[in-house]
């Protein structure tokens, strides 16, 4: 899959609370994102945004917390939960 431009995305560079790409399981740390092409910043937020749990307001998994978890079943669970 091709990576999304930032216009393409809705990125905002920083977002005023909320949901964060710091909290988000395709950011990649320290300023990566899977889906968003470019430097991206911890703070920001795009529409692709997307917690490890699927849900706003649950606590989020780092990439250090699923080593043991392939990326194919987190995408699985998300889509079940949505």
Known sequence: MAKKT?????????????????????????????????????RGWCKFWHGAAGRRGERVMRRSEVTRRSLGELRSRAETEL
């Open 6 to 42: 930032k216009s393409e995305a809705d990125y905002e560079m920083a977002k005023s609370g909320g949901d964060e790409c710091a909290d988000c399981q395709w950011f990649e740390p320290p300023g990566g994102c899977e889906i968003v092409e470019g430097r991206i910043s911890p």
